[in-house]
């Protein structure tokens, strides 16, 4: 539990690692509370991970244009990691993508395809670089008021087959150019199955063609493109600043997160974490709501402090 008088023990099976050089948080249900917002202690945490000379990465499924919740709470680089591993995102940049992992639209039709197949009453949304567009049945979605309704294979067609704009319910559709915009998540969701039923499913049906995982506790799933998710794309970004994976301390709470937390060298879950989460990680945190990130970072960097780095 959290203490007013300093940082508080992390637990007995969640073992320090040695030198870490790089921080990989998820934000929803890890960094942020309920709330969705970053506490003073999480704020005062990362800043002195910072000074420490370790870099935080925040590693999350959404999209770049929802990062506003931590754009403010950066410090030395004040790169994301969003969609699942499918961009990288310059914070202080004003959110500039650096790299885009697409799904292919050809690879995304065959899953929808697959899914409707698989899972009748399955409805998509399409998350492109420039925002998202949605089914009708879909969940409403208020987020992005000016997002395009129509179904899937329209959304998806693609680039050079879209010449003019198409209309669905009195709405038009996405213009040309944004039908050549990369596609970073297809989302799927259904009514009536459980969220790890569904998953299931999907997995089945879809196979190796895309990367298929979840992280809302509604049935709603996240489909990337083959190889590509929070791990890969962190490995990348890891390699290219000479980090090794051993050096990688990560936090997380949901499926979408298991694979980064078994690629780093100490990875800690969070309190209020899915089941397969708490099984994987090496070791384990207090909840999103009681700070278990900034536990462990004031516990990782007062470390450092006593042995003079």
């Not at 000379?53 to 770049?64: H, L, N, Q």
């Not at 403010?72 to 004003?94: F, S, T």
């Not at 197949?117 to 049945?137: C, K, M, N, Q």
């Not at 990782?300 to 003079?308: H, M, N, P, S």
Request: proline letters at 7%; glycine letters at 8%.
């Amino acid at each position: 539990m959290t203490s007013p008088n300093g940082p508080a023990p992390a637990p007995d099976d969640s073992p320090l690692p040695a030198r870490p050089r790089l921080i990989a948080t998820d934000l929803d249900g890890t960094l942020l509370h309920d709330d969705k917002y970053v506490s003073d202690r999480t704020i005062a945490a990362l800043a002195a991970a910072e000074r420490a000379g370790i870099e935080v990465f925040f590693v999350t499924g959404r999209p770049a244009r929802w990062m506003d919740v931590v754009s403010e709470h950066v410090h030395g680089h004040g790169m994301a990691i969003c969609a699942n591993g499918a961009a990288v995102v310059d914070l202080h940049a004003g959110g500039k993508l650096l790299q885009v992992r697409p799904l292919e639209r050809e690879i995304a039709l065959a899953v929808v395809q697959a899914l409707r197949d698989a899972a009748p009453g399955t409805s998509f949304a399409v998350e492109l670089t420039t925002g998202i567009h949605y089914e009708p049945a879909y969940p409403p979605f208020h987020q992005d008021p000016g997002a395009t309704v129509a179904t899937a294979e329209k959304l998806l067609q693609v680039q050079g087959q879209v010449h003019e704009r198409i209309q669905e319910q009195g709405l038009e559709t996405a213009t040309e150019d944004e039908s050549a915009a990369p596609v970073v998540k297809l989302l799927a969701h259904h009514p009536d199955l459980t969220p790890d039923g569904f998953l299931a499913v999907a997995r089945t049906a879809v196979g190796d063609l895309a990367t298929i995982t979840r992280s809302s506790p509604s049935a709603l799933l996240e489909v990337s493109g083959p190889g590509v998710s929070k791990a890969s794309t962190l490995a990348l970004c890891c390699a290219q600043r000479g980090i090794s994976s051993d050096e990688v301390v990560a936090f997380g709470d949901m499926p979408n997160d298991l694979e980064m937390l078994t690629w780093a060298g100490t990875s800690y879950a969070m309190g209020n974490a899915h089941p397969d989460v708490l099984a994987a990680a090496s070791g384990r945190t207090v909840t999103n709501n009681e700070d278990g990130v900034a536990i462990v970072i004031e516990q990782i960097v007062a470390r450092r402090q006593a042995e003079g780095h």
